[in-house]
């Protein structure tokens, strides 16, 4: 490498990798979602590039760098994988609400977890995972879904595994605690009373629902998945569409292997599996779940 400029693998569909020796601000934002891109695999269209300004201001500020170009710069002189790693997940799109398109969860209450729960009873732990879980509204509305309609169930029995690339909203999810705004975005009256408590306008998940939930940092993207026993239910929603096509098909791959023989997959309403041969579609109360095809 020559001393003060190396290149970076290029990013399917983006604009070629720079050099210190660009110009244009706009081919230093390439570099930018470049940057982006290796870390989370996240393709940032170019339209998009002026995100970069508002969502890197803060960290800007912290670390003491003027502006979009001094970063770049400094970057292009010295790679820095904690600031690489923390511009990466600033970009992150992080949307998420409690019982987000309640179709599934409808669904896993009407026709899926009955069978399930059932079939369970004697055997292992019900085990759900919540994949890019963001700030843990959907692995917060499983539990509840499951403790509000299946009291039956020994929460012993149930397993609730929230993983997320961002080091931040793994940490808020962990703390369980949602700005009332948050809370008026699809949860149901009943559940803030029964299952939050609060102070001021800061509600938190009562412990019946938090012991339900392990959250931790995964990178979806990373060659292996950081769990080895399988799966029951798995969401995946909403983080698939930020992927190349390649990635999306290699994720989909390992996901496959961690799902049990009888397991549903969700993924976001305009999400598909890039491997549709390995997978059943099932249409069932307005959304569609995916069965593992077994592989010969
Ligand atoms: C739009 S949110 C979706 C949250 C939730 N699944 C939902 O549907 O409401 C996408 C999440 O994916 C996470 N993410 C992006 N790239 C990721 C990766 N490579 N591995 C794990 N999580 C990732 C982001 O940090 C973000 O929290």
């Given amino acids: 490498m020559s001393s003060s400029v190396f290149t970076r693998p290029f990013i399917p569909g983006a604009a070629p990798s720079v050099t210190a020796t660009a110009p244009a601000s706009h081919l230093d934002l390439s570099f930018l979602r470049q940057i982006v891109y290796e870390q989370t695999q996240n393709v940032l269209d170019p339209s998009r590039d002026y995100l970069f300004e508002t969502r890197l201001s803060k960290l800007l500020r912290s670390q003491g760098i003027t502006g979009l170009a001094d970063l770049v ?39 899926l977890l009955p069978p399930l729960i059932e079939a369970r009873r004697h055997a292992r732990s019900l085990r759900i995972w919540s994949a890019a879980c963001s700030t843990g509204q959907e692995a917060y509305s499983l539990a509840m879904l499951l403790l509000e309609h299946f009291p039956s169930v020994s929460t012993r029995n149930i397993v609730i595994e929230g993983t997320d690339i961002s080091s931040e909203v793994v940490q808020r999810a962990s703390f369980g605690t949602y700005h009332r705004i948050e809370m008026n975005r699809g949860l149901p009256a009943r559940n803030i009373v029964r299952f939050f408590t609060h102070e001021g306008e800061d509600w938190t998940v009562k412990p019946e629902i938090r012991r339900l939930c392990n959250f931790r940092e995964a990178n979806l993207c990373a060659s292996t998945l950081p769990f080895s026993e399988p799966f029951d239910i798995i969401f995946l929603r909403n983080v698939m569409l930020y992927f190349s096509q390649e990635t999306r098909r290699r994720l989909l791959s390992n996901v496959h292997r961690l799902l049990a023989p009888q397991g549903a997959l969700f993924l976001g309403s305009s999400e598909q599996p890039a491997d549709p041969a390995i997978w059943t579609a099932n249409l069932s109360g307005g959304t569609c779940y995916y069965r593992p095809r077994r592989l010969a």
């Fill in 73 to 111: 710069a400094s970057l292009q002189m010295r790679r820095n994988p904690s600031m690489e790693r923390a511009i990466a997940e600033a970009m992150t799109i992080n949307e998420t609400s409690f019982f987000r398109d309640i179709r599934p969860f409808e669904l896993l209450r009407k026709e």
